[in-house]
């Protein structure tokens, strides 16, 4: 399945961090109906959009590589969310845990100041991005916002978002469709 445009990749991908967006593009089992990443083409535009890069020269070893990193973020990342999870989840195993690391371990993206005072990317290469991604993840599962991850609350949906509002009551991944259809058949079921 094409990953569909910038645009639309960008509607998909609102969680504000890499490594939740990263789980978002499909997996294993349950979650292999919602892949996206069918090819290192792909795989190049995904982490390019989910990033805020130009789309990366990715390899076949490159979308191997992200796989397993993948399956670890999403078992680790559903296991510490609030809500239903689409899948079923154990605590953190070692071996997700080991594979995040490793990761982690590469050389991540490296940025630059321009002249005109913006950044760029020093030679920017999928490994170094899944790096970054892998970084994000340890960073964010290691903070207190990971007790702020959740599982939408729409019947229908169970993508995972991070609830970064002050009261922490966040429901729906997206208010703009999960939670503007969920207040719409609460205001049909009312009249």
Known sequence: MQPGSPADLRRRFRTGRSCLDLVHTGGEGALARFEIVDDPDDLGR????????????????????????????????????????????????????????AAAAVPP??????PDGGTTIVAPTTAAALSSVARDAVDLFSSALARRIRVCAAENCGLLLLDTSRPGQRRWCSMETCGNRAKVRAHRSRS
């Open 46 to 101: 995904l982490l390019g959009v989910i990033l805020g890069l130009p789309p990366l020269p990715a390899t076949e070893a490159d979308l191997a590589a992200m796989r397993p990193l993948r399956t670890a973020l999403t078992r680790i990342a559903y296991g510490l969310a609030e809500g239903s999870a689409p899948i079923p989840i154990d605590p953190p195993h070692p071996d997700d845990i080991a594979t995040v690391n």
């Open 109 to 114: 993206l490296v940025p630059a100041l321009r």
